[in-house]
């Protein structure tokens, strides 16, 4: 069966459009969770891998300029969206991720932005707070340059990494696109866990606080009595 198919690809492959497809898949995919652009990169890397074409320097360059433009729109959306309405999203994991971009984003938004391009819905409610939070373009779109210079590059040596074992361009792009998968719910799901347990703390720590600084001063709530050596009681 590969026999068959195995030559259409490479041929579909080695096509120009492949860039233009590409690019505008990694675009949608930076504001709109649902387009598969990890999928379509880690197929195409693979199959570059094994038949030669298309050029891996071109998929790498084509893929992390689309996801950086996705991004961007991410950030002008969120920016003018604002931020209340960003939290009021119907779906709760939807709205759970622009909460914990909420809460991260002015501590640690560069970690964040580079982290949250692994993760499919977390990048785009990574992207949209940043805007809806004000953070300077000019950062953001440094941020994000790194960040979409590096998932490429990552998606692309997960590609390799396949192909080195598996020489047949279907079979290597399969297990690529799994493989990437997998490495966003990894992701997605240590950030979880993270988040919870930092979460959880701050909430300990707070109880905590006005627990101790709350206790009533008993010596301030004696009444002001002095005892003088005639044996009487001076009131003031």
């Not at 041929?11 to 860039?19: D, F, I, K, M, Q």
């Not at 030669?52 to 071109?58: E, N, S």
């Not at 990574?126 to 373009?137: C, F, H, K, S």
Request: with cysteine.
């Amino acid at each position: 069966m590969f026999d068959q198919i195995t030559p259409l690809v490479t041929e579909l492959a080695a096509s120009p459009l492949v860039y233009v497809v590409l690019f505008a898949l990694c675009l949608v995919d930076g504001f709109f969770p649902p387009v598969p652009s990890e999928s379509a990169l880690v197929a195409v890397a693979a199959i570059a891998a094994t038949s030669g074409q298309p050029v891996l320097a071109g998929v790498l360059i084509v893929a992390a300029l689309g996801a950086i433009a996705g991004d961007s729109i991410a950030y002008w959306i969120g920016r003018r969206i604002g931020l209340a309405r960003l939290a009021r999203s119907k779906r709760p994991r939807i709205a759970a991720a622009f909460a914990f971009a909420e809460r991260q984003m002015r501590r640690r938004s560069a970690s964040l932005i580079l982290i949250g391009r692994y993760i499919p819905v977390g990048r785009v409610a990574v992207n949209m707070t940043a805007g809806a939070t004000r953070l300077p373009y000019r950062r953001f779109l440094a941020i994000s340059s790194l960040a979409g210079l590096a998932w490429s590059a990552t998606s692309i040596g997960i590609a390799l990494a396949a192909s080195s074992v598996l020489h047949e361009p279907i079979v290597a792009a399969v297990v690529s696109m799994v493989v990437a998968a997998g490495l966003g719910i990894v992701v997605d799901r240590v950030i979880g866990r993270v988040s919870r347990k930092r979460d959880a703390r701050a909430a300990a720590a707070a109880v905590a606080v006005p627990e101790q600084s709350g206790a009533p001063d008993t010596r301030a709530a004696r009444p002001a009595t002095r005892i003088v050596p005639t044996g009487e009681i001076a009131r003031p």
